[in-house]
Nanobody, 113 residues
């Protein structure tokens, strides 16, 4: 059983930055591949970034060079640093233990002036 709790969302102006956090329960976090997804109103939930247990990262094209996924295994936490935010980044962001049914509850990110 894995529980995931996101935090760090909010309202930010275009060009601004936010850092999302996802705290995980359990003793095997360091072995888990972790993912961030996002979902805008009326759209499907899309993959944003993945970080494997050994730290390999993958990003969807629209966030490459702007977002950075990282993890701190000592804190059982995965992060998503989001820079140069655009209005189209507005969405509810979810973390997930990759390829499992373990999802967080989501955190709202709104990019608006």
């Amino acid at each position: 059983q894995v529980q995931l709790v996101e935090s760090g969302g909010g309202l930010v102006q275009p060009g601004g930055s936010l850092r999302l956090s996802c705290a995980a329960s359990g003793n095997f976090f360091r072995l888990l591949s972790m993912s961030w997804y996002r979902q805008s109103p009326g759209k499907q939930r899309d993959l944003v970034a993945i970080i494997t247990g050994d730290g390999t990262t993958t990003y969807t094209d629209s966030v490459k060079g702007r977002f950075t996924i990282s993890r701190d295994n000592a804190k059982n936490t995965v992060y998503l640093q989001m820079n140069s935010l655009k209005s189209e980044d507005t969405a509810v962001y979810y973390c997930r233990a990759t390829n499992t049914n373990y999802w967080g509850q989501g955190t709202q990110v709104t990019v608006s002036s």
